[in-house]
């Protein structure tokens, strides 16, 4: 039970574990939350017990943690989990013995279970020099879901640490973690908290498969997924907590989802397979807007995967926990329209001023642009490696400053010595993207980034009337002259095409 440290620290952010640079500002499940709700943490003191539960959270999985600080005389309790924090009154131990007798009875007598940790995982056996720790090594580990397979349990082995574990004490928590299935397949299981007022990730996939079918070998092929309710299945502590303030939180239940395993983008074995796969990406995301009305909303690096058939590869469009159901127009529905997401470094200059702006189906084109450009500044397809430091050329697109991300793109966008600055960092093997595709693609996102501009400030100034089109910019950016730039005519994909793989077995939630 250590003492509370003076020094300042940082709590819901940081770099641990590895995490890529996603931003989601959402009124309803976001990390911006509304200034109604209470911040509990009032000193650099409360900060640091946070960021002890941070590392509890990317340790091992865990439901909750249980903090407990001392401060003098004073002991403070704290509880976390994926919807709120609570820091309880505290009291002197000094005054009060029985409380700190009654704590420390809890500790003695609490299981695992009662200490937050995650029923369904199952530690392996500890290494020399682990006996006694809860921070047990992933692999070999063991995911037990009871009842899950006719009636008996699924499990799944654990075959290397996570790839991903969102650094953060609340949010969606997301843990993606290579695992081996009964049967030998490698797969991925992911786990995240969802907000009861978003479409499940799984529901948005099966709602694509049912209206796009053709679309089935461009999506992720999830094998099993299971919502546990967090008051019901999971018997969270908070739900047995008589407070009014929870009532201002959102109820988040926990998502899991075994997935087949792909390669990343930057795996692939040249730069013809890295085309072939990056017209898969856009056309996959063009036909589920159009036919299947989800937009992706959330175009990154991390998200775009590779099926490996033979000598055949297939773009996989992958995360679709950030994708909205979209009218029959092609707008967001209005209860999403207001939620800006996206990772960093790709989201469009448009959501980076503001989050009042409807996402757009051309903001996810732009994206696809700075993956492009993302790609030559730091992949070596030679070794299948990327490199995780920023380049220094587009180190400010991923400032936490947005922005200092906006002007940064504009730059891009729009000066010719920012955007030579950029392009001669790229690795000799994607320079042939250059003008083939950056240079062209980057003239058309300029072009309209201008004019928007001038149309804007030309009714600011004149009061003429707004006739922009702002969907398209005035039909400047559109999926068809994306692809001409691509020199890729849009395949007709028949429903053929979806029968390459085997079928999904998604449950309904």
Excluded at 18 to 42: F, T
Aim: glycine share 6%; proline share 5%; net charge neutral.
């Amino acid at each position: 039970m250590p003492p509370i440290d003076e020094e300042p620290s940082h709590t819901s952010s940081s770099k641990r574990g590895g995490a890529k640079r996603k931003l989601v500002q959402d009124p309803e499940n976001g990390s911006q939350h509304s200034n109604k709700r209470p911040r509990w943490y009032q000193t650099n003191k409360e900060s640091q017990l946070a960021a002890y539960a941070l590392e509890c959270f990317v340790a091992t999985p865990r439901l909750y943690v249980v903090g407990i600080a001392q401060r003098d005389s004073q002991i403070i309790l704290s509880y976390f989990d994926a919807t709120c924090v609570l820091k309880m009154a505290s009291f002197d131990f000094v005054e009060n013995p029985q409380y700190i007798a009654l704590v420390l009875f809890g500790m003695l007598k609490c299981t695992p279970r009662d200490a937050g940790f995650n029923p369904f995982f199952h530690p392996g056996p500890a290494e020399e020099g682990e006996e006694g720790s809860t921070a047990r090594r992933w692999k070999g580990s063991l995911f037990v879901f009871p009842g899950e397979k006719n009636g008996s349990d699924l499990s799944f082995t654990v075959e290397d640490k996570p790839w991903f574990i969102a650094p953060e004490v609340n949010g969606r928590m997301t843990c993606v973690i290579p695992v081996i299935d009964e049967q030998g397949q490698s797969l991925v299981i992911k786990a995240a908290y969802k907000d009861g007022a978003r479409s499940l990730e799984t529901n948005l996939v099966r709602k694509l498969l049912s209206k796009a079918p053709k679309l089935k070998k461009y999506l992720p092929d999830i094998t099993w997924n299971r919502l546990y309710d967090s008051e019901k299945d999971l018997h969270l502590p908070r739900f047995k907590f008589a407070l009014d303030v929870l009532s201002t939180f959102p109820v988040r239940h926990l998502l899991y989802f075994a997935c087949k395993r792909y390669e990343k983008l930057w795996q692939v074995h040249s730069l013809e397979e890295f085309k072939a796969v990056f017209i898969d990406y856009v056309e996959c995301h063009y036909w589920a807007y159009k036919e299947g009305k989800v937009l992706h909303r959330d175009i990154s690096d991390n998200n775009l995967m590779v099926h490996r058939n033979g000598d055949t590869v297939i773009g996989i469009l992958n995360d679709w926990d950030n994708a909205s159901e979209v009218e029959e127009d092609g707008t967001v529905m209005s209860s999403k329209a207001l939620q800006r997401t996206g990772t960093r470094p790709f989201m469009a200059l448009d959501l980076l001023v503001t989050n009042t702006l409807p996402h757009l189906h051309r903001h996810d084109l732009e994206s696809f642009l700075y993956i492009l450009v993302w790609a030559g500044l730091h992949y070596n397809l030679k070794n299948g490696l990327r490199d995780t430091k920023d380049h220094q050329a587009v180190m400010n697109w991923d400032a936490q400053d947005l922005d200092r991300a906006h002007d940064a793109k504009n730059s891009f966008l729009t000066r010719w010595p920012y955007y030579q600055r950029v392009i001669t960092g790229f690795n000799d093997e994607f320079r042939p993207l250059i003008p083939a595709w950056i240079d062209p693609l980057r003239q058309m996102f300029g072009r309209a980034v201008r004019e928007k501009d001038d149309a804007e400030a030309k009714a600011m100034v004149f009061g003429q009337q707004d006739t922009y089109d702002n969907a398209t910019c005035n039909g400047q950016i559109t999926f068809e002259k994306f692809m001409a730039i691509l020199h890729a005519q849009p395949r007709a994909l028949s429903n053929e095409d979806s029968d390459s793989r085997q079928g999904s077995t998604l449950q309904r939630e």
